[in-house]
């Protein structure tokens, strides 16, 4: 679901290439990707923190897109804004099971 996730900011990238930050935006996907497919390999412990903690971190991202510190132009008006509190939920839900060890 993070790969997922992270994807869909490269469909708005590619499809608005010419908006300043776009390779950036990129780059952090490919940042979350690459976290999600390691998770398939570790302790499920570990892996649930470290999800948590990347959906967390995705949810910063969003943000940093509505306070245009990254390109608010490259995803819908409302997106951010869902995505975020989505991640944050997500976030919770990974950490839970680590909770009630």
Do not use: N, Q
Not at 52 to 65: C, F, N, T
Not at 79 to 87: G, N, Q
């Amino acid at each position: 679901m993070l790969a997922l996730a992270a994807g869909i900011y490269v469909g708005f990238a590619v499809s608005h290439p010419d908006i300043a930050g776009s390779g950036l935006v990129i780059a952090l996907a490919i940042g979350f990707f690459v976290i999600a497919a390691l998770a398939t390999t570790w302790e499920p412990g570990h892996a649930l923190t470290t999800l948590a903690v990347a959906w967390a971190a995705h949810g910063l991202v969003d943000l940093a897109h509505i306070v245009d510190v990254l390109p608010a132009d490259i995803a819908p008006i409302w997106y951010p804004t869902a995505c975020a509190i989505y991640d944050v939920c997500i976030s919770g839900l990974c950490y839970l099971p680590v909770l009630k060890r």
